[in-house]
């Protein structure tokens, strides 16, 4: 839908004037959105931290772009999601604030009391 929208793989959508869904399953969102290849995403590590996620995508299940390189776009008004080990919901910025306010306000460095710090 839209002026030269061009959605060229099986189930694909391309919605926006000159957006381009080219994979099967894909979702092409906006003026001059294109989309690419989804992959599965199995962990995330934070430095020695190792967390499985919960709703792993594939390619095969497709992807919504939003935009493309250069032309990425934010996707505003989203309500809070659940923040759990199996959520597969979209989280908002308040929800990441509170994470990042409290990992701020939580002092995890190892103090030493005198000068020469041993195991």
């Known amino acids: 839908?839209?002026?030269?929208?061009?959605?060229?793989?099986?189930n694909a959508i391309a919605i926006g004037?000159?957006?381009?869904a080219s994979i099967a399953n894909n979702v092409a969102l906006g003026r001059l959105s294109?989309?690419?290849?989804?992959?599965?995403?199995?962990?995330?590590?934070m430095g020695a931290i190792v967390g499985n996620n919960a709703g792993v995508g594939s390619a095969a299940n497709g992807v919504v772009s939003v935009g493309d390189a250069g032309r990425e776009r934010?996707?505003?008004?989203?309500?809070?999601?659940?923040?759990?080990?199996?959520?597969t919901d979209a989280?908002?910025?308040?929800?990441?604030?509170?994470?990042?306010?409290?990992?701020?306000?939580t002092d995890t460095r190892r103090r030493c009391r005198s000068a020469y710090c041993g195991d």
Do not use: Y
């Not at 004037?17 to 381009?20: E, N, R, Y």
């Not at 934010?74 to 959520?87: E, I, K």
């Open 34 to 45: 294109v989309d690419k290849a989804g992959m599965a995403v199995t962990t995330t590590t």
């Open 1 to 10: 839908m839209g002026l030269n929208a061009r959605a060229t793989a099986d």
């Open 91 to 105: 989280i908002n910025g308040s929800q990441l604030f509170v994470v990042g306010t409290a990992i701020a306000s």
């Open 17 to 20: 004037a000159d957006a381009t």
């Open 74 to 87: 934010q996707v505003v008004n989203v309500a809070a999601g659940a923040v759990t080990s199996t959520s």
